[in-house]
C-alpha cells in the first residue's frame, strides 16, 4: 500500500478529539506507528492513564475515523499507554508553560469569571447557576462551571453527572492534572466527586473549617484543567463566610451575579452578599430574581413570594458610576423543578418554558456584556 493511504490514514487518527481533554490525538502526541498492509490499517494510540475511562470512546473514533480512509477495508487498533515521561510532557503542554500550582485565572486571562451568589439558601441559586452554564454553552461559548458550595455540593445532580446511585464520577487524573467531567458542553468539578466511597449509597458529607475551605476551592482554581474558557462560572455558598472571602482572596477581579427571591427578607440579605464582594474588589454586575410570579392556566397570577425583591437588589447595589441590573425574573416553574430532580437542564428540555426563556434571556445578556481587556495582554503571535 502506498505512503499517501498511509498518511491519510494517520491524518484521520490524529483529528480524533479526546473526549476529556478536548483537543485532537495528535496534538496530544498519542497516535503511534501505523502500518497498512493489504487492506488493513494497524492503529498504534498511547492512552493518557491505564483505565483511562474515555478508552472505549477513543478506540471507537479511531477505528470509524482509520475505516473512513479509501482503500482501508479493515482496522486494527493496538491500546497502550504513555510513559511517565511522556504523561510530563503532556501535562507540561496543556498547562502552556505554566508552573504547577499557578492559577490561570489572574487579571491576565482573557476567561471571564463570574461568581454567582445569594445571601441565603432556598432560592434557587445552584439551578440557576445549572442552567446558565448549559444555557451559555449552548450559544457556543467555552464554559466552565466550579461547584464553590463545598458543604451543599448540588451541580452534578443538576447536571446529571451522576450513576444509577445517584453518585458523582470521579474525575480523571493525569498525574496531578485533573479533568473535569463534561456534561451540555460544560467543565464540571465539585467536592462531590472526590467523595465517593465504594459500597456507600451516598457521596460523604464535608465537616472542614476555613484552611481546608480556602485550599479545596485554591486547588479547584490550579489543579484542574479547563483549557480555554470563555466564561467560567463559580456556584458560591449562601452568606459571605470562609468561601466568599477566599474566592475574594482568589479572584478579585471576578464579576458577582446575586440571586434572591422577591421576598423581601431575602433580598435584604442577598444586599449584603454583592456588598461583601464589592469589598473584596469584585464587581456586581445583575441580579437575577428567581421563584417569581408565574400565571397560572386560568390567567391567574400566582405571587407566591411576593414582588419586587429583584429590583430592589438592583436598585441597593446599584451606585451613580455603575447601575446593577435585573438581568431576569425567573417565574415559579414545574419543569425548572423537575428538571433539576432528573438533571435535564430546563433550558434544554423544556426551552419554552417561561423559566427557561427568562434564564435564556439572562445567559445572552451576559454572553453579550464585553470583557474588559484593558491592561490585559492579547497574546499575539509575532
Not at 506507528?33 to 498504534?44: K, N, S, Y
Not at 445569594?118 to 432560592?123: A, E, Q
Not at 432528573?342 to 456584556?369: C, F, H, M, N
Request: charged fraction near 20%; glycine fraction near 10%; charge should be negative.
Amino acid at each position: 500500500m502506498s505512503v499517501d493511504v498511509v498518511a491519510r490514514v494517520r491524518d484521520a487518527v490524529a483529528a480524533v478529539t479526546d473526549p476529556e481533554l478536548r483537543r485532537p490525538l495528535g496534538e496530544l502526541d498519542m497516535v503511534r506507528d501505523i502500518a497498512v498492509r493489504d487492506g488493513v490499517a494497524e492503529v498504534g494510540i498511547a492512552l493518557t492513564i491505564v483505565g483511562c475511562p474515555a478508552a472505549d470512546r477513543i478506540e471507537r473514533d479511531v477505528r470509524d475515523a482509520a475505516a473512513a480512509v479509501a482503500g482501508i477495508d479493515a482496522v486494527d487498533v493496538r491500546v497502550g499507554v504513555m510513559s511517565p515521561a511522556e504523561r510530563t510532557a503532556l501535562t507540561e503542554k496543556l498547562r502552556g508553560g505554566r508552573a504547577k500550582r499557578e492559577m490561570p485565572f489572574g487579571p491576565d486571562s482573557l476567561t471571564r469569571v463570574i461568581a454567582v451568589t445569594s445571601g441565603k439558601g432556598g432560592v434557587g441559586k445552584s439551578t440557576v447557576t445549572a442552567n446558565l452554564a448549559v444555557a451559555l454553552a449552548a450559544q457556543g461559548l467555552r464554559v466552565g462551571l466550579i461547584d464553590a458550595d463545598v458543604h451543599g455540593f448540588s451541580i452534578p445532580g443538576l447536571l446529571g453527572l451522576v450513576d444509577a446511585d445517584g453518585l458523582p464520577p470521579a474525575p480523571t487524573r493525569i498525574d496531578d492534572l485533573i479533568l473535569p467531567p463534561v456534561a451540555y458542553g460544560v467543565k464540571v468539578i465539585s467536592i462531590g466527586m472526590f467523595l465517593r466511597r465504594p459500597g456507600e449509597e451516598a457521596a460523604g458529607a464535608v465537616a472542614w473549617r476555613g484552611p481546608m475551605l480556602h485550599r479545596t476551592v485554591q486547588q479547584f482554581l490550579t489543579d484542574v484543567f479547563f483549557g480555554d474558557l470563555d466564561v467560567l462560572l463559580l456556584d458560591m455558598p449562601p452568606g459571605t463566610g470562609d468561601v466568599a472571602i477566599s474566592v475574594g482572596q482568589l479572584l478579585p477581579h471576578a464579576d458577582v451575579l446575586v440571586v434572591t427571591t422577591p421576598q423581601a427578607a431575602a433580598a435584604e440579605v442577598a444586599v449584603r452578599s454583592g456588598l461583601v464582594a464589592r469589598q473584596t474588589g469584585q464587581r456586581p454586575i445583575g441580579v437575577i430574581e428567581n421563584m417569581a410570579a408565574m400565571t397560572l392556566p386560568d390567567g391567574t397570577v400566582l405571587d407566591l413570594f411576593g414582588a419586587g425583591g429583584g429590583a430592589e437588589v438592583a436598585r441597593a447595589l446599584s451606585s451613580d458610576d455603575a447601575a446593577v441590573p435585573l438581568l431576569a425574573s425567573v417565574p415559579l416553574s414545574p419543569a425548572l423543578r423537575t428538571g433539576g430532580d432528573d438533571g435535564r437542564p430546563v433550558v434544554l428540555s423544556a426551552p419554552d418554558d417561561p423559566a427557561a426563556r427568562a434564564i435564556v434571556e439572562a445567559a445572552t445578556a451576559l454572553a453579550t456584556r464585553p470583557r474588559g481587556l484593558a491592561g490585559k495582554p492579547l497574546r499575539l503571535g509575532v
